[in-house]
């Protein structure tokens, strides 16, 4: 099973506005990593955030990490038109292999 | 970041064939990952791929039906054999940053198998 889970799974603002998105997941992780993939391509990697960090940003993304509640989130400012994509978290497992796992995504549709 | 680039970008298959997808890095990696985004979901790991050492199959993947080569630290294969409609989706092959945990993709395979 999917081990997070992205929430809400369409989201859909004006340009201008702000868009959080959030992500839940369900065991303890070395990190959590949110992507962007427009129109079903390649995905384009946002931003990582380690298990003690609970908070990053870069231009207009900020990120904040929950370990208590299991949870992230992703926050847009002034969004754009370009912006509408799908965004994915994906979290790095405590041990083992670094392979990723993915949420289910979120859709954002930015409107003109 | 790593430059990954893929081919082929997308193609159209018959069932029953096979399809081989190639993807290079611009720099030598340690490990390649390779996923499979069926349409409207997400992705799933098929299988990690480290040089010289045969592949690591995520539970539902196999080696007869994805067989993997990683001749080097920069370039795999993926095969998808014996190709049915099922197999329609979006293969992405990825590649960690040394040091620091990001994963980058490539540009992914879009495959259409009729």
């Known amino acids: 099973s999917q081990q997070g889970e992205e929430d809400p799974q369409a989201l859909s603002i004006q340009e201008g506005e702000n868009a959080t998105m959030n992500c839940s997941y369900k065991?303890?992780?070395?990190?959590l990593q949110w992507y962007r993939q427009n129109s079903g391509r390649g995905l384009v990697h946002l931003i990582l955030i380690r298990s003690n960090e609970r908070e990053k940003h870069s231009g207009r993304l900020r990120v904040t990490l929950d370990t208590s509640k299991k949870s992230s989130s992703l926050l847009i400012t002034a969004s754009r038109a370009a912006d509408t994509a799908s965004y994915f978290c994906a979290t790095g497992p405590n041990s083992g292999y670094s392979t990723l796992t993915f949420g289910k995504g979120t859709m954002l549709l930015v409107s003109p | 970041s790593a430059v990954i680039s893929q081919k082929p970008s997308r193609d159209i298959c018959q069932r029953g064939t096979s399809l081989t997808i190639q993807c290079q890095v611009d720099?030598?990696?340690?490990?390649m990952f390779w996923y499979r985004q069926q349409p409207g979901q997400s992705l799933t790991l098929i299988a990690t791929?480290?040089?010289?050492?045969?592949?690591?199959?995520e539970s539902g993947f196999v080696i007869d039906k994805f067989p993997i080569s990683r001749p080097n630290l920069t370039f795999s294969t993926l095969t998808v054999s014996n190709m049915s409609p099922e197999d329609s989706s979006i293969y992405l092959c990825?590649?960690?940053?040394?040091?620091?945990?990001?994963?980058?993709f490539g540009p992914g395979t879009r495959l259409t198998v009729l």
């Open positions: 791929a480290n040089q010289g050492s045969e592949a690591t199959y």
């Open positions: 720099s030598q990696v340690t490990m």
């Open positions: 990825s590649v960690q940053s040394t040091g620091y945990n990001e994963q980058f």
């Open positions: 065991t303890s992780i070395n990190n």
